[in-house]
């Protein structure tokens, strides 16, 4: 008798932690409430879930804050994308939402 392996519970679902996930939504709120961001929207694929900030609700998004982890001993690694690129890559999310201080920012007049 030969058995048949689930494909769903070869992988774990990654989701971010409540503390992470409120110092993503805190970065956000003062992007918000300054007028540059408007919408997000969070994302879930295999061994990685995602934050997706929008100027835009129709758009591509701006930036997305990835959390990546193969294994479940293993440690994540957080990555913050544009819309071509790889902006920050760290171990520790305080290190990408630090890098938000260094993007320009929307001035308005």
């Known amino acids: 008798m030969s ?18 996930l409120g110092a993503i939504l805190s970065a956000y709120s003062a992007r918000v409430a300054a007028g540059e961001w408007r919408d997000y929207a969070l994302d879930h694929q295999n061994g990685v879930v995602m934050f997706s900030i929008f100027r835009h609700t129709l758009e591509t998004p701006l930036f997305v804050i990835e ?23 760290s171990g520790q999310l305080a290190n990408l939402i630090n890098h938000f201080s260094k993007l320009p920012r929307l001035v308005s007049g």
């Open 3 to 20: 058995s048949i392996s689930n494909p769903k519970k070869s992988r774990r679902q990654l989701y971010f932690s409540r503390a992470e």
């Open 67 to 89: 959390k990546r982890q193969r294994y479940p001993k293993e440690t994540a690694q957080f990555l913050l994308r544009d819309r071509k690129r790889v902006l920050c890559k």
